[in-house]
């Protein structure tokens, strides 16, 4: 077996490898140039005939290919062990999981199961001494804290969504692919459905764009206008607490400190005065435009760009200007 | 049913963090329950009240202050709270903790655990799922819905993922940790603040638990915080006021040629 400095736990989504993994790779490859040492792919469970190509080309040397029925569908017991067996393959130094959904279900499972620290949701790292050192949001990005990591191996971490970049394919980079036996193992809570939200583009932490709106809004009927501007934006839909506990809408759209946490390029805070939870939500967005009606408003503070104006006035307008400027 | 929740108190979520020597300055922080706690105590209390059955028992691990968060899910309606001592124990490291609460569990014995999905101050959304695998019990993490089958020794959750919520199906006893939408958690009654009162709530040391301080202690953390800092600060931005039409127009142009976002 290949032994890997560092070993990147592929995640797939209807057999495809997700976004989310490659930009994993993409930071784990440049990290295992600087240190020396192979760079592995662990590919669990159901996946296209393509998709340890794709490891390959993305950054991956050697993709530890592990296939069995317990892992037909997610089940955390099921895909710790099959992380395990991985990590008996390759015995690397660093872990690393796309702190997904289903990242962050499993990497404390394995990481228990390993004995090994785990420090999730880092956006940035580098070696000191010969050790991994991360950095990561605290309070829901109220600040950012460095991690280090304690003797046992490995040292794992989760990988915010939207932090790197995924290297651009090298047609030319090919993997050993080794096939690693899944032992006995019946799990005990496993998924047998998905039940899709309705009309969703993209979730609030993969989102390019989001437009949230806040307690200005004053009920569920005007989210209608931010929908409106969502699909010409294709946007995801966000909400402040005020407007979820409100309940105007779902809880899943909030974003904040006891929401989502989020990194778009874009974010739209609309009718949004900016607590310090939702700041603490959005503050890390590239641009950030605020439409409020009033000027002294703290959201004004963390924007890009500010509209001081009435949100029913500024949004259709808004709404129909962009979809002039983006049909040119 | 025997109902065990795990409860952490954490600063306020109002709580504006302040660094100094690289350290968050917590003197001046309004501690409380854990908001994703506050929706396991609430479904434990359901769950109690939906059997007509059972006991709800609340442990918080930390140094005394974590009293107040005991006190608090008694007040709801908790029929028995635990103050695990942290004395000695690596409290930011999750997998030291889990193991520190996996042995409470052991010694008050339960159906089922619920805790919330992370704390609100460190984030790490580790310590409930680490104490399954540490109790060798299945889990299912960021649960927005919960129906148990008590004869059956069975349950079905919801839990939400990107773009919707998956469907588990689990066996008991198990780990269930709660997200925002599960329920909505209850005020405490002046009935529940007064029956407080009589209520002890006992201190267990690690001796106690049988925990060897070693094995919770700082050489045996997976990780550790190195330093703290605030995020960078943000550019004052370009404010636009006037005419609705106007204002959108030029917004559009500065979206598209200044900061060349779409």
């Known amino acids: 077996m290949a032994a890997v400095k560092i070993l990147v736990v592929a995640e797939t989504k209807n057999g495809a490898v997700r976004k989310s993994t490659l930009e994993a790779l993409a930071e784990a490859r440049r990290l295992a140039a600087e240190s020396g040492g192979a760079l592995g792919a662990a590919l669990i469970g159901p996946a296209g005939s393509g998709e340890a190509e794709r490891l390959a080309q993305h950054g991956a040397d050697v993709v530890f290919r592990v296939e069995g029925a317990p892992l037909e569908q997610y089940a955390p017991e099921a895909y710790a062990a099959a992380v395990t067996a991985a990590v008996g393959a390759g015995t690397p130094e660093v872990l690393f999981f796309a702190a997904t959904a289903q990242g962050r279900d499993l990497a404390p499972r394995a990481a228990a199961r390993l004995h090994a620290g785990l420090a999730s949701d880092c956006v940035g790292f580098s070696w000191s001494g010969g050790g991994l050192v991360a950095r990561r949001p605290v309070f829901a990005g109220k600040a950012f804290a460095t991690v280090a990591f304690g003797k046992a191996r490995p040292q794992i971490a989760s990988i915010r969504p939207n932090t790197f970049m995924p290297l651009a394919p090298d047609p030319a980079r090919a993997a050993s692919v080794e096939t690693v036996a899944l032992g006995d193992v019946t799990p005990r809570a496993r998924v047998v459905a998905f039940e899709a939200s309705e009309g969703e583009v993209a979730d609030l932490t993969e989102a390019n764009v989001i437009v949230s709106g806040g307690r200005a809004m004053g009920g569920p009927d005007n989210f209608e206008l931010l929908r409106k501007l969502c699909k010409v934006l294709g946007a995801t839909l966000g909400a402040s607490r005020a407007a979820v506990d409100a309940g105007w809408i779902d809880h899943s759209h909030q974003v904040g400190q006891t929401g989502k946490v989020v990194n778009p390029t874009l974010y739209f805070a609309i009718g949004i005065s900016g607590a310090i939870q939702h700041l603490a939500g959005m503050s890390s967005s590239r641009t950030i435009v605020a439409i409020n009606k009033d000027k002294d408003a703290p959201i004004f503070k963390v924007a890009s760009y500010g509209i001081v104006g009435d949100l029913y006035q500024v949004v259709p307008a808004l709404t129909m200007e962009l979809e002039k400027a983006l049909k040119e | ?262």
Not at chain 2, 100 to 108: D, P
Not at chain 2, 180 to 209: C, F, H, Q
Request: net charge negative; hydrophobic share 45%.
């Open chain 2, 1 to 262: 049913m025997n109902v065990l929740v795990f409860v952490k108190q954490v600063p306020d979520t109002e709580t504006r963090i302040q660094i100094k020597d690289g350290q968050v300055d917590l003197s001046s922080v309004k501690w409380v329950a854990n908001p994703y706690d506050e929706f396991a105590i609430e479904e434990a209390l359901r769950i109690k009240e939906r059997l007509g059955a059972g006991k709800v028992t609340v442990v918080s691990l930390g140094p005394d202050r974590v009293k107040d968060a005991i006190k608090y899910a008694l007040s709801l309606g908790a029929d028995e709270g635990v103050h695990v001592k942290g004395d000695g124990v690596a409290l930011d490291d999750p997998s030291c903790v889990a193991t520190v609460l996996a042995a409470a569990a052991r010694k008050i014995g339960f159906d089922l655990i619920l805790t919330g999905k992370q704390g609100v101050d460190h984030d790490w959304s580790q310590a409930g799922v680490m104490l399954a695998e540490r109790l060798d019990l299945p889990h299912v993490s960021v649960v927005v819905s919960l129906e148990l089958d008590a004869a059956a020794k069975t349950g079905r959750a919801k839990r939400e993922v990107e773009g919707g919520d998956e469907v588990v199906e689990f066996s008991l006893p198990a780990v269930i940790t709660a997200q925002k939408g599960l329920n909505e958690p209850r005020y405490a009654s002046l009935k529940g603040i007064m029956a407080v009162k009589k209520k002890t709530i006992p201190e267990w040391t690690l001796a106690d638990l049988g925990v060897e301080a070693a094995s919770v202690g700082p050489e045996a953390a997976g990780v550790r915080f190195l330093e703290f800092s605030l995020p960078p600060a943000r550019a004052a931005g370009k404010v636009l006021e006037g005419d609705p039409a106007d204002t959108a127009r030029e917004l559009v142009r500065l979206l598209r040629q200044e900061a060349k976002v779409i």
